[in-house]
């Protein structure tokens, strides 16, 4: 088997990123150019198991002597020794071979985030890891260690998926399908585990329809990520359980300061008053438990796709901003049901939150970036951006040079 020397020495070869151009070439323009992808992969998939190794070796805080994280070293190990001794690809029959094998490693590392995520957690749970959490600095590196590993990973997974998907994964989009798809996925999740949920409207720039060439499942996991998170927060401050109607109850003249109220209105009781000011949302949300909507608005440009994901639900304030993107972060405020407090809520809700983590990496890996920002004390948006053009190269950690480097086909 591979000794430690040799992964570490694999690690180092640089690897070589995609566009996602050439990932669509590659997988649409017939048997000659799939046997060179066969080839390329072959090669290119040991550096990247044998980086994503060496990266998981190098969580700190003991992170990477936990179960989860060995059992992850583990897998990948086992997996770049069975591409090591495979045969390279020849022919379409060796091709199909070497598929089925890349195929079923796919699935083997399918649990990972959650995996590694739970390691994580039992760390934290330590005195020693929840004095560490408690540095800010400790908890940036942490997050940055894993934000690499998980970028490591969405390559891996790509190029696989790239190339044992018929036709390949890169497609053009129907963007508003794909929002409709989220919104849809969202709200039943937003019903069953937070409350009815918020409308979500939906407008599309009369440019926002052009053909858009990305990975459905990256865009749609980006866009389920922020709406699940701003129905929640919604629901939680307009729904039938919320806190602001105990607030809203009080004397609006004698408003509690120590909390400031996302309603200004509520706040500056006179405000709505003054002419030509437009208080949203109205007093009526809080006092009829009826929900503000969420907006979302897409619209393409010159390079970019942007998806804006609006809400009203008070905002976050900026110094909690970067906490969005903590792999230990949880994004309920109250402790969850008991019978809640596992599974599907705790996936989606409490406990899981390394989906929007992960969402912006989704956006990082194609050259975009998901951008929170918040109107303290009225909503948040989200943005969603993504490159128009396919010629973004992938994002993979350990290659310095971002530039396209030209593939000789
Ligand atoms: C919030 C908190 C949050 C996180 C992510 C996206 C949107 C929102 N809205 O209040």
Redesign the pocket.
Known sequence: SISHDEIVALAQVCPTPLTLQQMKTFATHGPELRLKSAVFLHKELQIRFARAIVELSELPIGLNETKAVRMAMATYTSHLENVRKSKVPTNMEEDAEFTNMIGAMKKEGSNLVPLICGGLQEVSHTEEGRNALRLQEIQDSVNSHLDTFFLSRIGIRMLIGQHSTDGGRVKLCDVQDIVKEASDRASALCRKFCGPPPEVIVKVAANGAAPFMYVRSHLHHMVFE?LK??MQ?TVELYGPNAKIRERSACSPLKPKMNHLSPLIGFVIPDIEHLDGVTIFPHHSHSLSGTLPPITVVISQGQEDLTIK?S?V????KRSDWNR?FYYTHT?STKEPPSSLATGEFREHFSGGGYG?PIARLFARYFGGEIT?L?SEGY??S?FIQAHRLGRQTELVPGHTNFTLQPLKF
Do not use: E, R
Not at 313 to 316: D, I, L
């Open positions: 922020l998170n701003s927060a994901i809400d639900a008070g905002g976050v969005l994004t929007l929170f918040s909503g948040s989200a």
